[in-house]
DNA sequence: GCCAACGTTGGC
DNA sequence: GCCAACGTTGGC
């Protein structure tokens, strides 16, 4: 069992999309590590925090989980998608994705300037200068603090 | 809107 | 394989 921070922007998919969807699939990664972290690290039942990037008040607003193994993320063949990768081919998808199912949100969101005053999580990526990971690993202690609020 | 930080691209 | 140029991310 791992735990995982998910970022998203709220215009493109917020917490309360997933909530309305129940389930996902996390489409739209385009970055080696993250997608290496979906196909190598993650797996069913994996817990994940729902952060909120890019947007008014960014910071950590609900929780998920892991629901299905990584698959090709389809987005990657369709010319109409803003994620469409016309080096990706059927035989060779480049890119995958994993499911993940709505928990809950948070009764009061963990922002982003509060996360930075707790000294227990100074040590999480997200909060490192120039982090631009999509998807980070959270340890345990860091989860048991953050998803349970 | 600004800009620092980072990943990717592509010429060599 | 190196590395400069470029595009993107994301907090502020």
Redesign the pocket.
Known sequence: MRYWLL?S?PGDYAIDDLARDRRDRWTGV????ARNFMTRDMQIGDGALF?H???SV?GVYGVARVCAAAAPDETQFDPGSKYYDP?ATADKPRWFCVQIAFVRKLRRPWT??EM?QTPALAEMH?L???????ITPVSADEWRLLSRR
């Open positions: 970022k922007e385009r970055n080696y590590q952060y990037s890019n947007c960014p080096r982003l300037a930075r997200i490192r200068r120039g982090n631009r990971l999509s």
